[in-house]
């Protein structure tokens, strides 16, 4: 049974286009994360979000947005997509958000901008 | 500001033993993570220390000092498939996790 899935696993798209990675995790956890992972290997938290609040790293452009229709999914919209949005995004999960707990980690998507 | 530091690249032999060490300053301090990542996969968990000491998992060993804002992890005997990236993370006073930009471990023959 997969704990954390992302749907694509590869996109590749023009700049200047709008998608959504969709990221379920079935292990019943109340706390999601999106992550950024560039070329550098550098883990960038981008999101954390529970059904309480929701942490945006501001270093993150408006043009990415996480969506959360129900507890189990988070997914990350983007728009006007550019070239320096290349990266592998990780979703992950984690029991809750103020106690130590590890985070299961999605397969990642690979994004590439043309 | 907030820092990880680890080494970026490391080489071992197979069957040997390695030390990967990692240096932190956060705003605060609840714990610290070590993750696995192999190329073109996801992160997975390895440890977590919060109090001083060395904790202990099969051939791999976690030590944490909170005086010095250090860790290591510790592979022992090791295989090939253990080659793969090692990040340190530690989560802050705000349960944020700060992640280091890993060590790519290279095993050979």
């Known amino acids: 049974d997969t704990a954390v899935s992302q749907t694509p696993k590869y996109l590749v798209t023009q700049m200047g286009n709008d998608k959504s990675i969709k990221c379920e995790q079935n292990l019943g956890h109340d706390t999601m994360y999106w992550y950024k992972q560039d070329s550098k290997k550098f883990l960038k938290i981008m999101f954390s979000?529970?059904?309480?609040?929701?942490?945006i790293n501001e270093t993150v452009p408006n043009r990415f947005s996480p969506k959360s229709p129900d507890k189990a999914h988070l997914n990350l919209h983007i728009n006007s997509l550019e070239l320096g949005d290349s990266a592998v995004y990780f979703c992950a999960s984690s029991q809750d958000s103020e106690t130590y707990n590890e985070q299961f980690f999605g397969p990642g998507t690979r994004l590439t901008v043309l | 500001g907030q820092n990880i530091d680890q080494p970026t690249e490391m080489t071992a032999t197979e069957g040997a033993i390695v030390q990967i060490n990692c240096t932190y300053q956060t705003s605060g301090f609840n714990g610290l993570f070590w993750y696995q990542q192999h190329a073109g996969e996801a992160p997975t968990f390895l440890s977590y220390n919060v109090l001083d000491g060395l904790e202990e998992k099969g051939r791999f060993s976690s030590f944490l000092s909170r005086s010095k804002g250090y860790s290591y992890l510790l592979l022992k005997e090791l295989q090939m498939k253990d080659s793969a990236s090692y990040l340190c993370?530690?989560?802050?006073?705000?349960?944020?996790?700060?992640w280091g930009a890993g060590t790519k471990l290279i095993i050979k023959p």
């Open positions: 993370a530690v989560l802050d006073s705000n349960y944020q996790l700060i």
């Open positions: 979000y529970n059904n309480k609040e929701l942490i």
